[in-house]
């Protein structure tokens, strides 16, 4: 099964950083997803409850960045991935993580990940 939800470039900001300046400041984070999930399901139905709602999982994206403080993008990432699993019924998700200011000469840093639910949804 190949049909997704995404969403693509949900901006934010968080305290994130291995340093201790970082530790004192907002920095922005960009966020990519990918979910697998049966679009053909609520497209049979026109219905919200039966697919993954790209707006409820944003919020839940913005509040967990303005809630929770990492060192590491890998760290936060891994954390974030295992809550939407857990709270939105993932089967898989790919999760794109970009840091655009940590390194000035590059457009952007970060990371990639992608996790299955040890249980089918
Ligand atoms: N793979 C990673 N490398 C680095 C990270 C990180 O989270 N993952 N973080 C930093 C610093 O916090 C950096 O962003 C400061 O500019 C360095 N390398």
Request: negative net charge.
């Amino acid at each position: 099964m190949t049909d997704l939800v995404f969403i693509e470039g949900l901006k934010t900001q968080a305290v994130i950083g291995v340093y201790d300046w970082e530790k004192k400041i907002q920095q922005d984070l960009v966020f990519d997803l990918e979910m697998e999930h049966d679009n053909r399901v609520p497209a049979e139905t026109d219905d919200l409850a039966k697919t993954l709602d790209y707006e409820a999982i944003s919020n839940y994206i913005l509040a967990f960045c303005a809630e929770r403080q990492f060192e590491l993008i890998e760290t936060l990432a891994e954390h974030l991935v295992a809550e939407l699993i857990g709270q939105f019924k993932l089967n898989a998700i790919t999760l794109t993580l970009r840091k655009p200011g940590a390194v000035s000469a590059a457009q952007a840093v970060g990371v990639k990940i992608h996790r299955k639910s040890t249980v089918t949804y």
